[in-house]
């Protein structure tokens, strides 16, 4: 059986020039990078190496670079510790409605602490409209958090006009690059944002492992108390083999951008294009044009999610249907409601999302095993088979 796999914004595996880049500091040079001898000198050396090769890839200075264990520990600390930072000045956030948890649970948090949260809508096509974040802002706003793309339905965002309007108003803005950083050319000067997060499974590297760049001279309160690792941003002894291969992920990202770029989009493309015409009642999500490179996203009206997964799994393709972080939680994609979705259409998700190692015979197979899924399951559904009796004039 042919093994496809569609799920890259889950997870990419990992390449061999990552793991390759890991394996001395599981080994031979395993020591503390804290330490003051020959063991702690190579730990360091190593952190530094993958601290300049992060920012190489955002166009950023490596002092300016947090490692953390996750993009959403990086979201946490960023959303939080911003604004934990900047209380005495205001306590209003704002973030959009369609943010990853992380983000979104992080600001219901501050409220819990006193903070309050204006959260702005998106359109059709999951746009934030620069206009309304202009509309939130407030005297006592200090935060605004708006993601670079969204993952579950891909719509880049224009984060360059909204960073441009909190900076206009001396607030300190973040973005959730996670979906971006290292899918797409992004230079933190260029997008005008004074924090950034990243994770390294989203490019090639290791899981558990992230960044967040925060601008020289913007203050960040730190979440974990202990020692001083990271400038005293970020307490306990770092993950130097996760650290390692996040940096060579992030070297190897740079230097192939273009090439993996140009073989994602004809593919997504392909997608985008034909899944509608070989399945009736499908609904895209997310903007036509605007959209990471190797990702298509739809809903399919009359069958749900979970179903269709396993039904594709048996064939051997891994697909999603929503956030890694949601698609175990059997309810409908915040995101796909804050669209506009109905409950009922946004159960039928489909996310699809490309990575290096597919081939248009991936997508010829599973363009041919979807419509035999979904035919199954509709065939079993009786609101498909009251709106078939409906369509064709029936009582």
């Known amino acids: 059986m042919r093994k496809v796999y569609l799920d890259n914004t889950a997870t990419t595996r990992l390449l061999p020039e990552v793991s390759e880049a890991m394996m001395p500091y599981l080994g031979d040079s395993f020591g503390n990078p804290s330490s003051l001898h020959d063991w702690g000198d190579a ?51 704002v ?28 359109d059709r096509d999951a746009v934030v409209d620069p206009d309304d974040v202009r509309r939130a802002l407030r005297d006592d706003t200090v935060l605004v958090s708006v993601m670079h793309a969204n993952g579950e339905v ?3 965002e224009p984060i360059r006009e909204i960073a441009a309007i909190a900076r206009e108003r001396n607030v300190s803005f973040h973005t959730d690059a996670v979906a971006t950083a290292g899918t797409m050319p992004l230079k933190v000067t260029e997008l005008g944002v004074d924090a950034l997060s990243l994770a390294g499974n989203q490019f090639y590297g290791p899981k558990g492992v992230g960044a967040l760049w925060v601008r020289k001279g913007v203050r960040v309160m730190p979440l974990l108390d202990g020692g001083i690792q990271e400038g005293g941003r970020r307490a306990g002894t770092e ?12 070297e190897l990202a740079g230097a192939y951008m273009a090439e993996r770029t140009e073989r994602l989009v004809p593919l997504r493309d392909r997608l985008l294009k034909e899944l509608p015409n070989r399945i009736e009642h499908v609904v895209l999500t997310g903007h036509p044009q605007s959209r990471l490179p190797g990702h298509a996203s739809f809903c399919i009206e009359f069958i749900e999610g979970e179903s269709m997964l396993m039904l594709l799994n048996s064939r051997g393709i891994a697909v999603s249907s929503g956030s890694a972080c949601t698609s175990r939680a059997l309810k409908a994609s915040h995101v796909l409601i ?46 498909y088979a009251k709106f078939s009796k409906t ?4 009582p």
């Open 95 to 122: 973030v959009s409605a369609i943010e990853h948890f992380s983000v979104l649970h992080s600001a219901r948090t501050l409220r819990k602490w006193g903070f309050e949260i204006s959260e702005v809508p998106v």
């Open 43 to 93: 730990a360091r050396e190593a952190l530094e190496v993958a601290r300049g090769q992060v920012a190489s890839l955002i166009g950023a200075d490596p002092d300016e670079i947090i490692f953390t264990a996750s993009g959403t520990e990086s979201n946490n600390l960023a959303v939080k510790g911003l604004a934990l930072a900047q209380q005495k000045r205001g306590k209003h956030v």
């Open 338 to 383: 804050a669209i506009g979705m109905s409950h009922e259409l946004a159960q039928g998700s489909i996310l699809l999302t490309l990575g290096i190692d597919n081939t248009d015979q991936d997508i010829d197979y599973f363009l041919e095993a979807l419509p035999e899924a979904v035919d199954k399951l509709r065939q079993m559904s009786p609101l």
């Open 239 to 250: 993950d130097v083999p996760a650290i390692a291969g996040l940096g060579k992920a992030a």
């Open 154 to 156: 891909g719509t880049v």
């Open 391 to 394: 369509s064709k004039g029936g």
